[in-house]
């Protein structure tokens, strides 16, 4: 079982940057695949970002694309989000997932098995 604690939302102008942190707790972290989902208001949960188990591979949505960069440190149990260039619409409660398995590249949510409390991000236009 793994516990994750997301970090570092806040409220950030358009263009701007911000840099989401999630901490888990637990054992054999670099078993687990992890991702980003985000939730704005009156919309369903989004796929954000995943990154493989020891931190090679990555898979993103279209939306974030090119902007937003996933990372891990398998030492550290950290899993990071950097977020570029922001606009209103990524404006969401921003999620840690993690899972176990043998695909690590899923992007829906239902597949995770573990959550984190979510950090709230604003973009201001």
């Known amino acids: 079982q793994v516990q994750l604690v997301e970090s570092g939302g806040g409220l950030v102008q358009t263009g701007g940057s911000l840099r989401l942190s999630c901490a888990a707790s637990?054992?054999?972290?670099?078993?687990?695949?992890m991702g980003w989902f985000r939730q704005a208001p009156g919309k369903e949960r989004e796929f954000v970002a995943a990154?493989?188990?020891?931190?090679?591979?990555?898979h993103y949505s279209n939306s974030v694309t090119g902007r937003f960069a996933i990372s891990r440190n398998n030492v550290k149990n950290t899993v990071n989000l950097q977020m570029n260039s922001l606009k209103p619409e990524d404006t969401a409660v921003y999620y840690c997932?993690?899972?176990?398995?043998?695909?690590?590249?899923?992007?829906?949510?239902?597949?995770?098995?573990?959550w984190g409390q979510g950090t709230q991000v604003t973009v201001s236009s």
């Open positions: 997932a993690a899972r176990q398995g043998s695909r690590w590249n899923s992007s829906r949510g239902a597949e995770y098995d573990y």
């Open positions: 637990g054992r054999a972290f670099n078993s687990y695949a």
């Open positions: 990154i493989s188990w020891g931190g090679s591979s990555t």
